[in-house]
């Protein structure tokens, strides 16, 4: 068993900041890359932030600057600092990890059950 869960969404004025938290717990032997995405509706969830256990980060054009994440990998948990935040950031935030069970098995990606992060004009 794999468990992620995400807190610190909530709603919040445009240009102001969110803090999200997603703690991956269960049966974990290690944890490659950590990631977030978010879908807005009508549209098709897009990667916001990827970072790999040795710190390496992706982030799109979209968020550059505004977007930060990180990841303490002692306790299993990935980080989304979000500031001047704007309307169109409006979405449910998922995060999600790719997992190793055991030594004996495959890396899986595994999913948080998402938080609504809403940004008012």
């Given amino acids: ?26 049966s974990i032997f290690s944890i ?8 807005a509706p009508g549209k098709q969830r897009e990667l916001v932030a990827s970072i790999t256990s040795g710190g390496q980060v992706t982030v799109p054009d979209s968020v550059k600057g505004r977007f930060a994440v990180s990841r303490d990998n002692a306790k299993n948990t990935a980080y989304l600092q979000m500031s001047s935040l704007k309307p169109e950031d409006t979405a449910v935030y998922y ?14 990606k595994y999913w948080g059950q998402g938080t609504q992060v809403t940004v008012s004009s």
């Fill in 95 to 108: 995060c999600a990890a790719d997992v190793r069970r055991s030594v004996w098995s495959n890396f899986l």
């Fill in 32 to 39: 490659n890359v950590m990631g977030w995405y978010r879908q």
């Fill in 1 to 26: 068993q794999v468990q992620l869960v995400e807190s610190g969404g909530g709603l919040v004025q445009a240009g102001g900041s969110l803090r999200l938290s997603c703690v991956a717990s269960g």
